[in-house]
């Protein structure tokens, strides 16, 4: 998508009511587009509806959107940098991102970001990005099976005779370290000692499971899907999809214990040509609190908003991944060991599922 040339505007400072006072990285010039790539769908219908349009009308910034899977976005982002033809402001990046791919991403000044600061959760703001969404891979469960006694745990999902029947485990994304890591969490590695990873261990502990494994599912709808027609008892799943399940009345139900955590964060790209309508956006998604918790609903993903507990109930609260029941249950993954042995994990993976 070729960049116009650019007209350099004094925006508006002034922030609909309510919001923090800026500070010197979100008081400065801005350019006047905004270029934001990220996964199209319902997840940018949503930015678009409750932050790009309210950003925009506030600060007289036009967002451009583009919509790119994550992967397409990183090769194409190098690309530009290759070229020296940069057209991104801001990507979308996972936590691995925020380790290995540090030389193509702006460091953030999160001290002069005073939104975030006030409206997010502690680790809302990183060096390098952001928080966007957060959410877990989760045990979703069929809540008909399992009327009496439901599982719970990691070591319940590898326990198939106390809670018989067909399992469904990811082969897409990160399953590459998400599955071993469940793997050892069964086994009866404390999360805290999980890391670095014992693979030899985890892969004896997945032999066990193999067999009653059912479906290794590659989408985030076929996830849906096979809970839906009762092709598994339970499956690791995203939170978010595993929510969509629940609210559609299937006799289903998540289980936080031992979720692995799974964030979205929004960075900005080195050489991006509108760095301070970046900054300002940043700070912007956390300022306009009151959007937080229908875009959360919409799209079934908590933000790094600490404010939303205070609207939602606390039945609707604990589906989400930074509930205060639910976060101290997420498993945080170190995503330096995880960068620096992604090779090695990824043929791991690959030998033992296609033998």
């Not at 992604?342 to 033998?355: F, I, K, N, P």
């Amino acid at each position: 998508m070729p960049k116009q040339n650019w007209k350099w505007t004094t925006a508006a400072l002034a922030i609909a009511a309510g919001l923090a006072t800026a500070a010197p990285a979100v008081s400065q010039e801005l350019e006047d587009q905004l270029v934001i790539a990220t996964t199209g769908g319902l997840m940018g219908n949503s930015l678009t509806k409750y932050f790009y349009e309210p950003f925009a009308k506030a600060k007289d910034v036009e967002v451009v959107p583009v919509a790119i899977e994550v992967p397409d976005q990183w090769a194409r982002s190098e690309a530009m940098m290759r070229t020296g033809n940069v057209e991104f402001d801001i990507v979308t990046a996972t936590g691995p991102d925020l380790v290995a791919r540090t030389e193509m991403l702006e460091k953030i000044d999160c001290s002069k970001l005073p939104s975030i600061q006030k409206f997010g959760v502690s680790d809302a703001c990183t060096e390098y990005g952001v928080v966007r969404t957060t959410g877990g891979m989760l045990i979703n469960y069929n809540t008909e099976i399992f009327k009496d006694k439901a599982p719970k745990t990691w070591a319940d999902f590898w326990n198939v005779k106390d809670f018989p029947g067909p399992r469904g485990l990811p082969d897409t994304g990160d399953r590459d370290w998400w599955v071993p890591v469940a793997a050892l969490l069964a086994d009866g590695v404390k999360p805290e000692e999980l890391f670095p990873l014992d693979i030899d261990r985890a892969y004896k502990k997945l032999d066990e499971i193999r067999p009653h494994v059912a479906v290794w599912w590659k989408t985030g709808d076929q996830v849906q899907q096979i809970m839906r027609n009762k092709e598994v008892v339970m499956t690791m799943s995203y939170s978010g999809r595993a929510l969509a399940v629940v609210k559609e009345g299937a006799p289903v139900a998540m289980s936080w214990d031992g979720a692995i955590r799974d964030t979205g964060y929004m960075s900005i790209l080195k050489g991006a040509p509108d760095k301070n309508a970046a900054l300002a956006y940043l700070d912007f998604f956390y300022a306009n609190s009151e959007a937080h918790v229908p875009f959360m609903r919409d799209v079934n993903y908590a933000t790094g908003s600490k404010t939303v507990y205070d609207t939602l109930s606390p039945e609707e609260g604990k589906l989400f991944a930074t509930s205060a029941e639910n976060y101290p249950k997420l498993v945080k993954p170190d995503f330096k060991w995880i960068g620096a042995h992604r090779d090695e994990l990824r043929a791991r993976w690959t030998a033992w599922l296609t033998r």
